[in-house]
């Protein structure tokens, strides 16, 4: 899980709506927030890309920003936070090859998944609730 959310965070952008909370941690890299701050300032819900180093490499960077308070998402900065994952977030931040390795085994596992079609499954309308 920490493989893939990390992975997957590592490209991509995310909406100044989903981090405001964000904005008010005290711990957050002070540069970081008063960039994200100064962005979010903008109309229509402004975006920012969740890896600052390397936004279009799926890499361990994300890892390296959780490491120095700068990850943007809630969930991301937990990641290193909780006891239960910070161990395997300075793993993947010292070691490239493990996150890749482990992060490719994770996206494998995830596609063998059976999709529900037809009657049996739904495609959300917000992906945080069920539809119907
Ligand atoms: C390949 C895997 C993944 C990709 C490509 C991905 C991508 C993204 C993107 C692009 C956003 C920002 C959305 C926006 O601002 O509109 C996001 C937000 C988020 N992601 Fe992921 N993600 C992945 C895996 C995961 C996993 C495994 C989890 C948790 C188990 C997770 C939890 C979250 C959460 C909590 C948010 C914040 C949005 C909210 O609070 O509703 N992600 N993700």
Redesign the pocket.
Known sequence: ?VA??G???S?????C???QDRLKDPKMDSKLKAKLQNTCRGPNDP?VV?DQMTPLEVDNQIYKQIKSQRGI???DQNLGLDDSTSRIVSNFALNETLFGERFAEA?QI?GEIKVLTGNSGEIRTN??VVSH
């Open positions: 899980m893939l959310i992975g997957g965070h490209v991509g952008v995310a909406h709506s989903l981090f975006s969740l998402l809630r969930i996206m995830m992906c945080r």
